[in-house]
Structure formats: C-alpha cells, structure tokens
C-alpha cells in the first residue's frame, strides 16, 4: 500500500504560481511512477503531469506544457506540481497518483491522493 497526501492548494490570482506537494508513505516510492491530475466541476479527470522513477523523464498535458513543472525527491518520497502563470482555467481539484505503468497518462494508476482544490481568479 501506498498512502499520498497532497498539500499547497489555494486561491491564487490568474498569472500566480503555486507549488503543489504530494507525500508519500508506504511501499519504495522510487518504484513508482508518479501523475498529477486534475478534475474540476462537471468534468472529467485529466492527465496533466507524470514523472519517471528516477525523475529523468517527464511528460505534460499540452494545456500546461511551459507553465507547469513536475519534479520528485525520492529521500524525502515527495512529488512536486510547480505551477506557473496560472489561468482561471486551471481551476479544479489536484490529484498526485502513483503506478508501475511509464508513462501513462490515463487514470489507470494504482494509488491516489485525496486531492487539492486550486483555484485561480480572474
């Protein structure tokens, strides 16, 4: 078993940053792959980050390629969601998930947090 907890979610202005954390607890977290996630109301969930067991490798949505930045500390068994010139469309709850597929940007991960609300005003 694998227990993640998110943190750093908040209300920020359109053109803010924020920081998106995600601990894990459990099994080896360098064996896992790692996704972040978002749903926001009425919508379905969408892929919008994942990084590789070591970290050398990521992928992005193309909605937040340039703005956002995933990154992991396997010492410290945390992910990162680096959130840059956010928009109001990027409103939603966050969610950090870990897996043994690379790389997968579907939800078919094995363990998920309990998200994160951001939200960004205009």
């Known amino acids: 078993q694998v227990q993640l907890v998110e943190s750093g979610g908040g209300l920020v202005q359109a053109g803010g940053s924020l920081r998106l954390s995600c601990a894990a607890s459990?099994?080896?977290?360098?064996?896992?792959?790692m996704g972040w996630f978002r749903q926001a109301p009425g919508k379905e969930r969408e892929f919008v980050a994942t990084?590789?067991?070591?970290?050398?490798?990521?992928y992005y949505a193309e909605s937040v390629k340039g703005r956002f930045r995933v990154s992991r500390e396997n010492a410290k068994s945390t992910v990162y969601l680096q959130m840059s010139s956010l928009k109001p469309e990027d409103t939603a709850v966050y969610y950090c998930?870990?897996?043994?597929?690379?790389?997968?940007?579907?939800?078919?991960?094995?363990?998920w947090g309990q998200g994160t609300q951001v939200t960004v005003s205009s």
């Open positions: 998930a870990a897996g043994q597929t690379w790389p997968s940007r579907t939800p078919n991960y094995d363990y």
């Open positions: 459990g099994r080896t977290f360098s064996s896992y792959a």
């Open positions: 990084i590789s067991r070591s970290g050398g490798s990521t």
